[in-house]
């Protein structure tokens, strides 16, 4: 899922200081679940705005509140047409993609983003993520024994691990497991240590096109179905 975290109240305060009508936007999938801009987070940075404001003797904005199931939905945000008429700006608490699908359905009303995307990643503990996939379009998993070599290793590198790995650790960061002493033991589990025997050539990123594009022809062709 993708994760997020939500901004520092006074960005936020910065970015709406230009509008009188804000509906504070929040998402009710992954921004619920990595806790950055779901129904409790929109109520919660309400009430600090309001309280903001109130501190500060003003009352510039009025603030209004609403979570869809999913702000990269076009479905569910047109479903938002009316609230929309009513204010100045949209604060999103979606996620990068939720403020574009947004900004693209609502063109003459500005789309804030009130979190930072950070990463697609998987909880380790409770509130704690951790980055698992780059969507890379490329997947090396098969080869790596299900451990992703581009988010977990620091460098990135296909063919591991590299000279710095030191008592299982990574070279970079101490902290953190070297992702190809982790490949190199899962495999070995496995009993398929001769992947580590192969030579990967090096991805050149640049040669990936932006933006790119996935089309499910069986999806689509549902869609075309139900008119
Ligand atoms: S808008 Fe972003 S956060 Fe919300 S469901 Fe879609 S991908 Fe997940
Ligand atoms: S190799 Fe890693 S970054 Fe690429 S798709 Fe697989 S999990 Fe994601």
Sequence with gaps: MIVAEQKPLDEIQRMIAPYEKV????????????????????????????????????????????????????????????????????????????VQVAAEHFPDTPVLPGVNTSFMGAVSELGVWDERCAACGDCRLAETAGICPITRCTKGILNGPCAGTK????????DIDCAWILIYERLARLGQLEKMRRYYPPRNFRTIPRPRRLVNLVKADMGEEHG
Aim: proline share 1%.
């Design 23 to 98: 509906l504070i936007l929040g998402c009710g999938t992954c921004m619920t679940v990595c806790g950055a801009g779901g129904e409790r987070e929109v109520s919660l940075l309400h009430s600090a705005l309001r309280l903001a404001q109130a501190r500060a003797g003003s009352n510039m904005h009025q603030f209004s509140e609403y979570t869809v199931k999913r702000q990269c939905d076009p479905e569910f945000i047109a479903l938002l047409a009316d609230r929309v008429r009513e204010v100045d700006a949209i604060l999103s608490l979606g996620c990068g993609i939720g």
């Design 167 to 174: 008592n299982g650790k990574c070279e970079a960061n101490k």
